[in-house]
């Protein structure tokens, strides 16, 4: 009961503390634990019985004790305060002011872990997001209400990217109220500080709430740090009615953590130790992202994942690609020669971009020119492949143009500069010009009316290079 | 009713003591809240239940009530078009009562129960009734005829009264029995029982689903059963989504188990808009949806698959043809994953539980073509998108699934990277049901077996010469065998790859999908000729005839198939023409 403590637990193993049976604790209830020296922990009940209660800590656990621990059962979930003032604070995993400021002064608490969105009350995202990075606008689009994971590896700029998609993204039909929300989980204090400065630097500070869960904060409030963020992006976007973009990073060590609390309760794992309820777990946040009917605010999620060894089929990435709705790729190969972004041109992909591109929305050729742009550069793969083999004197002069394209396509459309904002119209024409260089009878993807209104002609000087 | 109290949460699992007489899958009410839940298991007094809806805060000893009848669901007219969740609570009206997020302990009724349908009708005071005796007829929409029909729970007798052609509500008494008992137009069926039917029949019939790498190459029979496994992102819904849209089946019931919800508004808002070609109705007027998403409570979507495949079966009987998407069939086997780990037992492979195989045999059996009890023909035809980790097929669904499928429809992440789609690939897939199908085409095309084991042969040899091709480059093949290579790309961009959003791409009717091949083929014989007469394949290719055929799928519309034999009249025209100039020369 609230305000009463019991004293001792039963055992204390890892992040798992299991204590008496106490009447009247629910399933999933917030659990203050205070230990001997009187520092009070948080935790929830992850299972009951008659006999026992076993209570998952947030936080880390040195120093429990089994005679000098006391519970308190807090009769409520792990809440988190929404107010008007969270917006441009800094919070702790748990949603605790970090900043030095005064605490949030409201009486609405949340539930963090929030309650699915009925299927039948969502809004179909369709709003294009111009984020100036052709890579994106052109192959991958960002749409409003989209959770779209950026994939990457250790070493890799996808701290850069993400900062430049916050920089630069933008509605071309008008603008309205927006906000960023940044939940930092197992990263370093100067990852989080680059992200602080970039957003200082771009002037949107003041609409940032960041929540901070940094490498040293005990790895299991890194299970509560979305959940938190993403009451807040729910607050702000369906109470507020703003645009929020909400930006997660690292998921890996999210999903690390979980792995760790799944250990030390014993369950049996699916793959390489992580439970099997990874997938669901991951759709609870995931799937927090969206819009819903008569509301204008939406939320868009860009989390950040590093996957282990570069590898996309590791539980992590596979998982995550297949409740998100697509993937933007970093690729090694493409970073290590110089180009940024190094977006994969392949595996990257935006399942909504088929609704939110075209004609009234970006550009009636948008859809066939990205496809032609994917099948071509897919054949520029294989062509590679085989001059890797045979040298590339030894390919035909088709496939010779089409590594020409290649390389170009790489140079001249991936690449561009940290601070360069394409607008949509200039990545398309950029595309146009590309595949200018191949010949106009391998364009079997764009019907030949739009070859006519946009290829342009082989009179340019650079065709003849 | 007995009560029993609460022992044990754990997560989604539950244990209670003291539900009298309880039976396995007895429906339970859990808790304050009245969450709805099912008995898995039950040893002595104590009664292991899976929970469908949230149960934070839920507390040790509170009640558990057993309403000793197995979960089923409420089948009648108001099905179509409906949005339902794994345990058929309606969206819409959930909607209504707790806004845009779901809130758990929320009831609504299944089926519109103020709405007044017009009914007319089938028997007579009287007459006798038995399961399968047709009592009348409903018009449910404009394209779908509600038969209602006496199911095998009704015990044989005679009608007392029936109710004169009018409008009622589903709960109104439309027939009364001599042995006291009343009908109306709803009925229940528990959903883990097959409904019952007179026989199975072997099928001949193809579902035609206007996709041309399917229909041509691995075509499907109605009352088949499919399997679609892909990694993320390869189009596994895309794929179903293309089939529920175009598919010739009567009725579509969608099933989203576990994915995404944004998907699932999808299909609300687009399946509206779209029209039935072969109605010219709206396609949501002959759609079910169960959305059960990924976020949404894990057991829901254990059941959800039960839940939609009762529903088409419901319709089968009725004699109409009923597919089934269900999307994703690996989620449903990870919810049963999950309760099994919750309820300690002994994994098999990678976690899944032993019983796994049993489970997808029994669902994946309940589709077919059947004799119904009224002896009409219905048939259920199951198609069940696999999402295995990693998109490595050896692991155990996609592996258990193939036992019990005839279909096997693989996508390719090569295909789906240079968005060549349906990614389905032409190497690792296949169709036990082409056989059974043949004399179907030929009522179509005679040519159809034949074409499809020639297009099936230059692609296999275009696989092997690739291989070489790796290894020394294209040029050192003599031009015979780069025609192989060439005709395959053909058939690759001019008749497997298939816009879905392009008007006229989008379906393809079955004798444009011959004709398109026909085409190719022609060609493609042509060029042999030609080459064996000396013209080289560097002509070959550049005739601008074989750019016009691969636009061909996308610039002749369905309707003006016969404008095609032009078409091929135009092939041979430049092929004359190159052998003339090919014989000037070597004069």
């Known amino acids: ?465 | 009713m007995s009560a029993g109290s609460i022992t044990r949460i754990s997560g989604p699992v539950i244990y209670a003591q003291g539900l009298e007489d309880a039976g396995l899958y007895d429906v339970v009410k859990v808790g304050k809240a009245g969450l709805i839940g099912e008995i898995i298991k039950l040893k002595g007094d104590l009664a292991t239940i899976q929970i469908y809806e949230d149960n934070t805060l839920m507390r040790v000893s509170e009640p558990v009530e057993c309403l000793h009848r197995p979960l089923s669901v409420a089948l009648g007219p108001g099905l179509i078009g409906s949005i339902y969740d794994g345990i058929q609570r309606p969206l819409p009206v959930l909607k209504s009562l707790s806004g845009a997020f779901l809130a758990p302990g929320l009831a609504g009724e299944p089926l519109d129960t103020q709405k007044k349908w017009h009914f007319v009708p089938a028997i007579k005071e009287g007459d006798p009734i038995a399961p399968g005796t047709a009592f009348g007829i409903i018009k449910e929409t404009d394209s779908i005829v509600h038969r209602l029909i006496f199911d095998s729970l009704v015990p044989a007798c005679t009608a007392a009264t029936v109710a004169p052609e009018g409008d009622y509500t589903i709960s109104a008494t439309l027939v009364k029995s001599s042995d006291g008992k009343e009908y109306t137009a709803m009925s229940y069926w528990p959903v883990r029982t097959p409904r019952t039917f007179k026989e199975k029949q072997v099928t001949h019939e193809p579902l035609v689903t206007g996709l041309r790498v399917i229909d041509v190459l691995f075509p499907i029979a109605k009352g088949g059963s499919a399997a679609v496994p892909g990694g993320f992102g390869t189009g596994k819904t895309m794929t179903q989504h293309a089939i529920a849209k175009w598919c010739d089946a009567d009725i579509i019931v969608y099933i989203g188990c576990g994915e995404r919800g944004n998907e699932m508004t999808e299909v609300l808002t687009e399946f509206p808009t779209l029209i039935d070609p072969r109605t010219g109705r709206s396609l949501m007027e002959r759609t079910v949806l169960i959305a059960n998403t990924s976020n949404m409570p894990v057991a829901a979507r254990e059941v959800s698959i039960y839940t939609g495949i009762t529903i088409a079966e419901y319709y089968r009987d009725m004699g109409y043809h009923v597919a089934v998407m269900a999307d994703s069939t690996s989620r449903w086997a990870e919810a049963l994953r999950e309760l099994s780990g919750r309820l300690e037992e002994m994994p098999a492979e990678e976690g899944f539980p032993a019983y796994l195989p049993t489970r997808l045999a029994e669902f994946y059996e309940r589709g077919g073509m059947v004799t119904t009890l009224e002896s009409k023909k219905g048939s259920v035809t199951i198609i069940g998108a696999v999402s295995p980790p990693g998109g490595d097929f050896s692991e155990p669904v996609t592996q258990h699934t193939k036992r019990f499928v005839r279909c096997f429809w693989a996508l390719d992440r090569d295909l789906a990277n240079a968005r060549h789609y349906p990614a389905i690939s032409w190497n690792d897939s296949y169709s036990e049901y082409t056989e059974d199908l043949i004399a179907y085409w030929d009522a179509i095309d005679p040519s159809w077996d034949t074409l499809r084991s020639r297009t099936m042969e230059i692609l296999k040899k275009e696989r092997r010469l690739a291989d070489i091709v790796r290894l020394i480059g294209p040029d050192a093949l003599p031009d015979e065998q780069r025609l192989i290579l060439l005709t395959a790309d053909m058939i690759k961009n001019g008749f497997l790859q298939q816009s879905s959003f392009d008007k006229v791409d989008m379906y393809c009717a079955p004798p444009k999908q011959t004709l398109l091949l026909t085409c190719i083929l022609t060609f493609h014989e042509l060029a042999e000729n030609a080459i064996k007469s000396g013209s080289p394949l560097l002509k070959i290719s550049a005739l601008p005839i074989r750019e016009k055929l691969i636009r061909l799928k996308s610039s002749l519309e369905n309707e003006k198939v016969q404008e095609g034999q032009a078409v091929i009249q135009e092939i041979r025209t430049a092929f004359a023409r190159l052998g003339a100039a090919q014989g000037a020369v070597s004069a």
């Not at chain 1, 120093?63 to 305060?81: A, C, N, Q």
């Not at chain 1, 052109?138 to 900062?163: D, E, V, W, Y």
């Not at chain 1, 793959?271 to 099997?276: A, D, L, S, T, V």
């Open chain 1, 1 to 465: 009961m609230r305000g009463l403590e019991y004293h001792g637990i039963l055992r204390a193993d890892g992040p798992i503390v299991i204590a008496e049976h106490r009447e009247n604790v629910g399933f999933s209830e917030l659990v203050s634990l205070r230990d001997r020296t009187g520092e009070d922990r948080l935790g929830k009940v992850v299972d009951i019985s008659e006999q026992a209660i076993a209570v998952q800590l947030f936080s880390e656990n040195t120093g429990i004790s089994i005679d000098g621990s006391w519970i308190e059962y807090l009769e409520k979930p792990l809440t988190f305060r929404v107010g008007d003032g969270i917006v441009g604070r800094i919070f702790n995993g748990l949603g605790e002011p970090i900043d030095g400021y005064p605490p949030i002064m409201s009486s609405d608490l949340r539930d963090i872990n929030g309650s699915p969105i009925n299927p039948s009350a969502r809004v179909y995202p369709r709003d294009f997001i111009q984020t100036g990075i052709s890579a994106i606008d052109g192959m991958n689009t960002l749409i409003r209400g989209q959770k779209l994971p950026i994939f990457s590896g250790n070493g890799l700029p996808h701290n850069r990217l993400a900062a430049q998609i916050v920089r630069q993204a933008k509605v071309l039909s008008g603008e309205s109220q927006f906000a960023i929300v940044f939940a930092g989980m197992g990263i370093k204090y100067d990852v989080a500080r680059f992200f602080i400065d970039s957003f200082e630097k771009s002037g949107v500070l003041a609409r940032v709430v960041m929540f901070l869960s940094l490498a040293d904060s005990p790895s299991i409030e890194r299970l509560v740090t979305p959940r938190t963020a993403l009451t807040a992006a729910e607050y702000l976007a369906y109470e507020k009615n703003m645009h929020v973009l909400v930006v997660m990073t690292d998921m890996t060590n999210y999903c690390e953590a979980l792995r760790e609390v799944s250990a030390a309760r014993n369950e049996v794992p699916s793959r390489k130790g992580y439970p099997g309820y990874l997938y669901s777990d991951l759709a609870s946040l995931y799937e927090r992202a969206g819009k819903i009917e008569g509301c204008e605010g939406s939320i868009t999620q860009l989390p950040i994942l590093s996957m282990p060894n570069d590898d996309i089929s590791h539980p992590i990435p596979d998982l995550t690609g297949y409740i998100t709705e697509g993937q933007i790729v970093l690729e090694r190969d493409l970073s290590q020669r110089g180009i940024y972004p190094p977006i994969a041109g392949l595996p990257s992909l935006s399942r909504l971009m088929k609704d939110g591109i075209g004609e009234g929305m970006t550009r009636e050729d948008h859809r066939d020119l990205a496809a032609q742009l994917f099948s071509a550069y897919a054949y520029v793969r294989s062509v590679r492949d085989l001059a890797a083999i045979i040298g590339e004197e030894e390919l035909s002069d088709r496939d010779k143009v089409f590594l020409g394209f290649g390389d170009r396509f790489e140079r001249e459309f991936l690449a561009q500069g940290e601070f360069e904002n394409r607008s949509i119209e200039q990545t398309l024409d950029l595309g146009w010009k590309m595949l200018s260089i191949l010949p106009e009878s391998e364009l079997v993807r764009i019907p030949p009316k739009l070859i006519e209104k946009y290829l342009p002609r082989a009179a340019e000087p650079e065709a003849k290079e």
